[in-house]
């Protein structure tokens, strides 16, 4: 059985959110659309399902729109309008590919990978619409400051009104990567948008959602049948709904005491491993950071050759993010927080989750000071 | 257990395809973009379903695009240009909204939802860009004659080539319902995109693609980490395109001894019908219709009531269209066909699919005799 470290990419669906989706593929088949009972039926579950994610996050069903994942939320959130949009230079490649549609201005974070919410408020425009901050970065594992940058935007919005700008000036938040660890209720949060998706939280790929404040106008990128009230169009996910609502509802339960778990695994590993290399760099905000996450560079060492070492011992982890890892470019995010290539070239990224035990942080830290011992000789 | 004809409206996924898809859901649940070998393996599992799909239909694994479901893909297939765009009254909604967002003709059909070829030459303006015509009709399953269709644009295209106009000029088909019974084979079609959904072949809802051929430059509407050749971002839906692979597969492996069943299941069900009710309006065309089609109005009946009559006796039928089902509205098919209100609002359609068996079309006959003569006397 091999160890995996690599939770920020992929999580297995919980064999409970499984459960609860089964009956849906194939005897509650039914097309929710459709009018006899069982396909009523269809339709009430469907509808609980976004109801009980509703309750979660402090939304209203009817402010959530299912997509399929956090790359179509995103997209569906900078859809809605057109103009200055403001984000940051570490966000995930959605939010980032999303902005270039417009004009965009990439505010640039700490040495720790945050924001602080005044460089925020310096970029905004008159015609800034969006403002679209990531909950926590899903490389580093750095918590925004969120809710200082709500307070921000509502202080503009409030200015707006006087001097008679009509824009609106929407917060989005990419939450995908912080959903099980952070508070996701967005009157907390100060958010108008938040995505999140089910594919790392225990729940089926392919499943996410945008919330949307009534106040703010969506505009459909898929139109049709005039599903998710004609913001997204196409045949209801029944079992990939039902699998995010019973993923969330899992996650969220246990969230404080998975929080205070994972963070002491995560601090066993990094303290094991910083005490075999002290030359070893940690990126991301020590205190402001997902308990799942570490971040860690071995300067001088080949970050690919480090993963397929492990490989070789069963141990699964991540070089750079998910996204960069097969395409041999740098991360943006560790260029944007200024990590020098040669340490970002023997980083790896160590995130934890439900399985993570406390012999496999042990296991892991073994076999990794072990690989890295060995890499560090041969260049030697 | 209920005897469901609505076949055309959701389709149960085949025992076969979800076992298919069960080692992706918790044990092969990795990121196919990680580096190590259980991803790498992932992935492959993932190209080889693509490559099973694109061998099915004809084409190259790098021509298609998958997504989640037909709707997505109509939009894909859409948004590819801007310009002028061809499509028939008796589209799906998804294509219907989808023209509606350019400059568009809609071409109109006749009493048997067939469309003339010349119409549509006629409907060509030097602008057109794009003709979208459905392969089968979802309501009264009618097939058109795409292949002529085809070659009608691609003697335009070669005119354009001598007049030096460079807009260029495709054919796309939604063939999300013809899926299973026609031949899918896109050179022997003559398209240059098509629309599959596998949902409505036993396999996983929200699953669906677009083949496009080389030649059309589509535009991504999902923007982010860069998947699908660029085309349509978003961590790959592995479980669900490897569930589709195997849908198509099955579905195509007994498609013409299907058809062939289909056909004599639906002629036996539609005999005993029209001779119990001699003054029943069959629509669609006879000849050129899907085998498990069978659209008939009793006209003074209230569709609804035959709707609920049925249920009650554990028969499930549709009236209209799914999505126009639940909306009070009339379906914009039967009204493009020429069937008068009093007939249309009368009307069910019967679809048969897989677990239809001689005995339950009998079963059906009688008990949808029995419910219309009883709704017949209720109404004299």
Redesign the interface.
């Known amino acids: 059985m091999?160890i995996y470290l690599?939770y920020a990419?992929?999580?297995?669906?919980d064999?409970k959110v499984?459960a609860a989706m089964q009956p849906y593929?194939?005897?509650m088949?039914?097309?929710p659309?459709?009018?006899?009972?069982?396909?009523v039926q269809v339709r009430r579950d469907y509808e609980a399902a976004k109801a009980t994610i509703a309750s979660i996050i402090g939304a209203k069903s009817g402010e959530l729109t299912m997509?399929?994942?956090?790359?179509?939320s995103?997209?569906l959130a900078f859809s809605s309008q057109e103009g200055h949009v403001v984000t940051t230079t570490i966000e995930?490649?959605?939010?980032l590919?999303?902005a270039?549609?417009y004009e965009h201005t990439l505010v640039a974070v700490d040495k720790h990978g945050r924001v602080d919410p005044d460089d925020i408020y310096k970029a905004l425009r008159p015609d800034t619409w969006l403002v679209s901050v990531g909950l926590a970065n899903s490389e580093i594992g750095t918590i925004q400051p969120l809710s200082k940058i709500a307070t921000i935007i509502e202080n503009v919005r409030a200015e707006r009104v006087v001097a008679g700008n009509k824009t609106p000036l929407y917060l989005h938040s990419d939450a995908s990567q912080g959903a099980g660890q952070l508070d996701l209720h967005v009157t907390r949060l100060g958010v108008d948008m938040l995505t999140l998706n089910a594919?790392k939280i225990y729940g089926?790929?392919?499943v996410g959602l945008l919330y949307a404040a009534r106040s703010v106008a969506l505009r459909p990128?898929?139109?049709?049948?005039?599903q998710e009230a004609g913001l997204r169009?196409?045949?209801?996910?029944?079992?990939?709904v039902i699998g995010m609502a019973r993923a969330l509802e899992i996650v969220d339960a246990r969230r404080q005491d998975e929080v205070q778990r994972l963070g002491n695994l995560r601090d066993v590993l990094q303290n094991k491993l910083v005490d075999a290399f002290p030359e070893a760099i940690l990126s991301g905000h020590q205190k402001h950071r997902l308990s799942s996450h570490l971040h860690i560079a071995f300067p001088g060492l080949d970050a690919?050759r480090l993963?397929?070492g492990l490989?070789a011992e069963d141990v699964?982890?991540?070089?750079g993010s998910?996204?960069a890892?097969?395409k041999g470019t740098r991360s943006h995010v560790l260029t944007a927080i200024g990590l020098d290539n040669v340490a970002a070239d023997g980083s790896l990224r160590l995130t934890l989750g439900k399985q993570t035990e406390e012999t496999t942080v042990e296991q892991a830290a073994r076999i990794i000071t072990a690989i890295v011992s060995k890499e560090k000789a041969r260049v030697a």
Request: with cysteine; glycine share 8%; aromatic share 8%.
């Open positions: 091999s690599d990419a992929a999580t297995p669906i064999t499984l593929f194939s005897d088949f039914y097309n659309s459709s009018p006899y009972a069982p396909a997509t399929a994942g956090a790359t179509e995103i997209n995930h490649p959605a939010v590919a999303a270039r549609q594919a089926p790929k392919q990128q898929i139109v049709g049948g005039g169009s196409g045949t209801e996910n029944v079992a990939g690919e993963v397929f490989e699964l982890v991540a070089t998910a996204c890892a097969n």
